[in-house]
Each structure stands twice: as structure tokens, then as C-alpha cells.
């Protein structure tokens, strides 16, 4: 078993990720993953990410507050407890417009894992 008190997960600091703090809970810095790690991003108001693609999937889930989340064709609002899967190679910005905190989890497979 491996434990990530949330208050001692480790920052890390992704490109293109305006006025948030990312943390991880699970996988790399935070300890060992076969298949996927997780995160947790603390998003500003008017705090934002750049759009951009990745290669893997992405899950989101938002924990507190509201979340936009943007494909550059579509933009939809998240709040508590809703979720999206953003497909490999999919663009996505995320943005918060509210005047509160947002705090969001991710969770996407560690690279070069196999399902």
C-alpha cells in the first residue's frame, strides 16, 4: 500500500498551467503506479491552462467549485463532482471564471502502460 497525506503530496510544476497548484497523489514523485496516477490541480479564479493535446487520455473530476473545460470546438462547465474523459490526442484548456477556488482530480495512464 502506498499513502499520500495530501498535505505532504508533492508539488510539480506542468507547462502552460496559469495561477494553480498541482500536486500528485499518486504515481511517479508520490510513489510507484503500474497503470495510472493521479493529481490534484487547485485552480485561481482566473486561473487557466493553455489548449493543448496530449498523447494520453485524461480523466477530470472536480472536487470543489466550477470548472470550464474547453476543446476549442466545445466548452462546457463542470461543477462538484462532474466529470469528463478527454480522448487521447483531444485538445483541452480548463479554466476557472468564478470568483472562488476550484480544485480538480486527474487521473491519466502512466506513460507506456498497457490497459
Not at 42 to 53: D, F, K, N, Q, V
Not at 60 to 89: F, I
Request: overall charge negative; proline content about 7%.
Amino acid at each position: 500500500m502506498n499513502v499520500t497525506r495530501f498535505n505532504e503530496a508533492p508539488e510539480y510544476l506542468p507547462a502552460h498551467h496559469y495561477q494553480m497548484r498541482c500536486v500528485r497523489l499518486q504515481g511517479h514523485e508520490a510513489g510507484p503506479a503500474d497503470a495510472l496516477w493521479m493529481g490534484v490541480s487547485t485552480i485561481e479564479p482566473g486561473g487557466h491552462t493553455s489548449l493543448a493535446a496530449s498523447p494520453l487520455e485524461k480523466h477530470y473530476v472536480v472536487l470543489r467549485g466550477e470548472v470550464v473545460v474547453s476543446t476549442g470546438d466545445h466548452e462546457t462547465t463542470l461543477y462538484r463532482y462532474d466529470s469528463c474523459r478527454l480522448a487521447p490526442g483531444e485538445t483541452r484548456a480548463l479554466r476557472n471564471d468564478s470568483a472562488e477556488v476550484a480544485m480538480i482530480l486527474l487521473a491519466m495512464p502512466v506513460a507506456g502502460s498497457t490497459p
